[in-house]
């Protein structure tokens, strides 16, 4: 479990901006709130007779540890404390349609926070995992990125 004070602060970055930096519409899910599950195809495009394919995702906000790093300042509460944690987004795309429209948003994902630093937040490294997964109903098919981050 993260503080509320990173929980806050990672949610606060990835919904004013993943809308954006996503390639298409993925709406996110979030632990223990309500969510609707998105129809798995839209329109048939008229070029390619093929359906558009709907994506959704699940966020996760992990915290690993919280640790002194700091030693000497006087009163343990005025010494540096750090929280490091971890984020997951699993994408899920309808069974059967491959794995190209997952990697692409997993990938504007990663790219929406390489390099970012919000709210004493500092986003580290990124690693993709290349195992797909089905979800509870075993209709949608996921993969997942995880970003490690520190809060200082």
Excluded at 64 to 78: F, K, N, R, V
Excluded at 84 to 108: C, D, K, M, Q, Y
Excluded at 123 to 132: A, C, T, W
Aim: proline content about 8%; hydrophobic content about 40%; some cysteine.
């Amino acid at each position: 479990m993260s503080t509320i004070h990173a929980f806050d602060a990672i949610r606060a970055f990835i919904e004013a901006n993943w809308s954006d930096a996503a390639p298409q519409p993925c709406p996110l899910a979030w632990d223990n709130e309500p969510f609707t599950l998105p129809q798995p195809f839209g329109p048939t495009d008229p070029v390619t007779r093929l359906p558009e394919i709907h994506a959704w995702g699940k966020a996760l906000v992990d915290g690993d540890l919280w640790e002194q790093t700091s030693i000497g300042a006087g009163s343990p509460a005025d010494d540096r404390w750090e929280e490091t944690g971890s984020l997951t987004l699993f994408i899920f795309t309808p069974v059967n349609t491959g794995s190209r429209l997952n990697r692409e948003l997993l990938t504007a994902f990663g790219e929406m926070c390489r390099g970012q630093e919000i709210g004493g937040i500092e986003y580290q490294s990124i690693r993709f995992d290349p195992i797909g997964t089905k979800d509870d109903t075993g209709n949608w098919w996921g993969m997942h990125v995880v970003i490690e981050w520190k809060r200082g």
